[in-house]
């Protein structure tokens, strides 16, 4: 995607979600190269236990996850939506070089910054491996196969991504999935488990504030890009978790009664005190949950991988 149309998309989006009656701004917007940084630094925080707990669980049973694509014995597509820097990715990604089995591999991510440093990355770890990157969303990505066609496919969507959709948003995405796979072709899913909210709720308002940069920095990225002129210090970021639906909510609060100008819309936002800004769900799953989405899309379920609190899952669905 290029730049011009990014930027003309991104302002479509924050226009769409800033004339809302309750305002919005998407989640995909939190990575640029800022947002990046940030958050890998979540994921070192010692409230954020989910990039743990999935690190443990792809080191533990990566022999179990990869064997039926090791049985197979032929070149097959590796194909991650999300991959971010691919630290998780790459305990398979090594498992397999060990054990020479064929395969390509193909990164998709919306920030081609961060596509860019992978692909470096694995250049140099493992130089014989061909990477392929796609910057995309996922449903274009999706809907493109830009993969060998020939060759079966391995799909992976690591780190709780599907949790960052509201639940009939990651039904589409699990039907889009399921059309993009062919029969016997698999999905391995990171999926956040149901736990004690106060964990939960911990994770996403840490206490060196780190979570907080992230999620103001959109508004930040809007001043950057669009020509907006938020003041970051006049929001609050809110948190909440609702334990019955799994889902943590972010969100942007005004501190006061205020306007926002965006050059790129030519256009004055109003935000009254205490209206909040939705930018972002973390919907936390229960297993019998992930085997009705399953069956109901066409998948049945291998195996759920867990780590030893059961905080996490990593799922292994086979196209039926």
Known sequence: MDTITFKKGFAADVKKGLCAENKFLSSRYFYDATGDKLFQKIMQLPEYY?????????DQYKAAILQPVMERKERFNLVELGAGDGLKTKILIQYLYEHKLPFDYFPIDISGNVLKELKISLGKEFPQLPVHTIENTYTRALEEKKWNPDSPTLMVFLGSNM??????DALDLLTA???????????????????????ILKAYNDSEGVTRDFNLNILSRINRELGGN????????????????GECKSYL?????????????????????????????????????????????????????????????????RKA
């Open 163 to 168: 949790g960052n959709f509201l639940e009939e």
């Open 230 to 245: 938020f003041d970051t210090k006049r929001f609050k970021h809110w948190p909440v978790y609702n334990p019955a639906s």
């Open 253 to 317: 609060v005004s501190e006061e009664k205020q306007t926002v100008y965006i050059e790129a819309l030519s256009q004055v936002f109003t935000f009254e005190k205490a209206e909040a800004i939705y930018t972002e769900v973390s919907k936390k799953y229960s297993l019998r949950e992930l085997g009705k989405y399953a069956k109901t899309k066409g998948f049945e379920v291998m195996d759920n991988f867990l780590d030893e609190r059961g905080y996490f899952t990593d799922s292994l669905w």
């Open 50 to 58: 989910l990039t743990r707990a999935e690190f443990a669980i792809l």
């Open 177 to 199: 999935f399921a059309d993009a796979l062919d029969k016997n072709e698999m999905l391995l899913a990171g999926f956040d488990l149901k736990k004690d909210p106060e964990l």
